[in-house]
């Protein structure tokens, strides 16, 4: 009996590692045909504007320096969000909290 090459022993553990990948990616129609279920010309035009349609990612607004948070406090009279964890519940009504 012959051993089997390292080539063949690789290609069958790598066959034996991807190929449940790749039925598990495809997936199959729910109760489509053949004919449904291969892509239509437009399928890349339908991608392609449909990312465009996607909402672009927003960007976190640029955080505030120490400075320009207590200019900013005492251009408006308030006090920044960020201390009313530290302020007991019922003295919030006194104090005019930053809106974010």
Do not use: C, N, W
Request: glycine share 4%.
């Amino acid at each position: 009996m012959q051993k089997p090459s390292r080539l063949a022993l690789a290609a069958s553990a790598a066959a034996l590692v991807l190929l449940p990948a790749v039925a598990l990616a495809q997936g199959a129609p729910d109760g489509g045909t053949a004919a449904t279920a291969t892509p239509s010309p437009a399928a890349p035009e339908a991608a392609a504007a449909e990312k465009e349609k996607a909402a672009p990612k927003k960007k976190k607004p640029a955080r505030m320096t120490r400075q320009q948070e207590i200019d900013r406090s005492i251009d408006r009279g308030t006090v920044p969000a960020r201390y009313r964890s530290s302020v007991p519940k019922e003295y919030h009504q006194y104090i005019p909290f930053d809106k974010r």
